[in-house]
């Protein structure tokens, strides 16, 4: 989840950071430092490593989490303009095909921490091809840094709440509620067919917005399960990467974010009031 934010100065644990409304200041490579959406629950990548455990968790195919790990440290020191990081950047490209959703995830933030890397635009633009929407989105959140508003598609989708929808025909066993918080990954149903059982997972973080089905249902294969709205996080660094690459066929998916309702912070909705604002006036500053 990247646009006009702040990084913090670590990464804890799985929490919304807090950030005041702002408006995106000069630079644009500051507008875009701060990590991804989302990480496996509970992880904490707060311990230290050292340049040379950066580079063996780095090619640790048996522990993705050290792969991550590595990558978060190494955006990091990146953010902090360090030389001595940058003959890993080889391994960022690399990085960049895991079989493994989350290491793309983070990768795809972390080439957006230096514009000057080699490579790293072509790359980021290969990602906005990605099977992951997720990894779609924090590629198109990291090439605004470098100018590129070739992920403006991806960007609006992030706004957008997810579909979940039976990829075969079976009895639902479990359901989630409507108005549970989800994270991307958690399970919101269960189909039974003969004796094979399949989980129906959310692809973001988020709350269950609607679910379609109850239990003891038959259902056929693309059946609509349930839709997920996506989390504040989200939500906010779309918001704000709109506010410099957004243009006016995007408003009627930032409207809704505007509106004086429970579900919707303060935050999110002053900040949808000002990406709007600057996409009119940007807008209007173009026409002859």
Known sequence: MVICQRLPR????????????????????RCFSSPPFLFWWNTWFGRQLSDKQIGEFLNDEKHPRHIQHALVQLGEHM???????KPLYPELIRLAWHPVEEVRNTDAWVMGQDTSGTGFHEALLK????????????????LVRFGDSSGRAQIVALLQSARIIASRSGRVTDVDQAGTPIHQGGLVAKLQDGRQTTELRSPISGRIRTISVAPGTHIAAGTEIATVDPGD?????????????????????????????????????????????????RAAAQQP
Do not use: F
């Open 10 to 29: 670590k990464i804890h644990r799985e929490r919304p950071l807090r950030r005041r409304i702002t408006k995106c200041p000069r630079g644009i490579a």
């Open 79 to 85: 953010v902090r303009h360090d030389p001595g990081v």
């Open 127 to 142: 990602m906005l091809e990605d099977s992951s929407p997720m990894v779609r989105g924090n590629a198109a959140l990291s």
């Open 233 to 281: 996080g989200q939500v906010w660094e779309a918001l704000r990467a709109l506010y410099l690459i957004g243009q006016t066929g995007d408003l009627p998916a930032i409207g809704p974010y505007q509106r004086e309702l429970p579900e919707i912070s303060d935050r999110i909705r002053q900040q949808a009031l000002l990406t709007e604002k600057s996409i009119r006036d």
